[in-house]
């Protein structure tokens, strides 16, 4: 294992027990940003500014101390729109009426900065939502978990009674793509429960 020290800058659950199930070992040190969609900003660009933004506000934080900072954005994209977090009971049951019964993209920026240097990476899931009535939307606002996501679902969640299909990373939609984060991590000299298992099975 490097001697390089990990940092996750989010202090959400859903990305701590995803890089939990990969082995690392990591401190917390959320980032504080303005996550503003600037005017005309495509989706792709957006998430990736921001996972920068996180790394790099850590990172700085930290100067640069020898740390790896990872840092992650997810959005949801429908007709070319970003779907935040929802404001209020209207703005989230408005996002469940326009992705009820149709497909959108879960958009996820990845990136990881180490001595100066970003290393990011976007990764894409389409999912599809059942038909959806007032009265369903309305119970999921209900439950709480719609608001502190994008989109105004958790598919980890009761949100994944919401959703027909997936094609791509489930991890992704979650907030954190581990196949690919992984393959970050292993660039950077970071080995995970993985690599250690491969290493460790492969002598003589």
Request: aromatic share 4%; hydrophobic share 40%; with cysteine.
């Amino acid at each position: 294992m490097s001697a390089t020290a990990l940092v996750l800058a989010s202090a959400s659950p859903r990305r701590r027990e995803l890089l939990d199930r990969l082995g690392v070992s990591y401190t917390i040190d959320p980032a504080d940003i303005d996550e503003t969609v600037r005017a005309g900003e495509a989706p792709g660009d957006y998430v990736t500014r921001m996972a920068r933004e996180k790394a790099s506000a850590v990172a700085s934080r930290r100067g640069e101390d020898g740390c790896a900072v990872l840092a992650a954005d997810t959005t949801v994209v429908i007709d070319g729109d970003i779907l935040g977090k929802p404001a209020d009971e209207l703005d989230g049951l408005a996002m469940l009426a326009r992705l009820s019964g149709r497909a959108h993209t879960v958009m996820t920026a990845v990136c990881l900065r180490r001595a100066g240097e970003d290393h990011c990476e976007i990764v894409e899931t389409a999912v599809e939502f059942v038909t959806l009535d007032r009265a369903t939307c309305e119970a999921y606002l209900a439950s709480g978990e719609a608001w502190d996501k994008a989109g105004g679902y958790g598919i980890q969640g009761l949100g994944g009674a919401l959703v027909r299909r997936i094609d791509g990373s489930y991890s992704n939609v979650v907030g954190l793509p581990l196949a690919e984060t992984r393959g970050m991590l292993a660039a950077c000299g970071l080995a995970t429960a993985l690599d250690t298992a491969q290493t460790e099975g492969s002598g003589t």
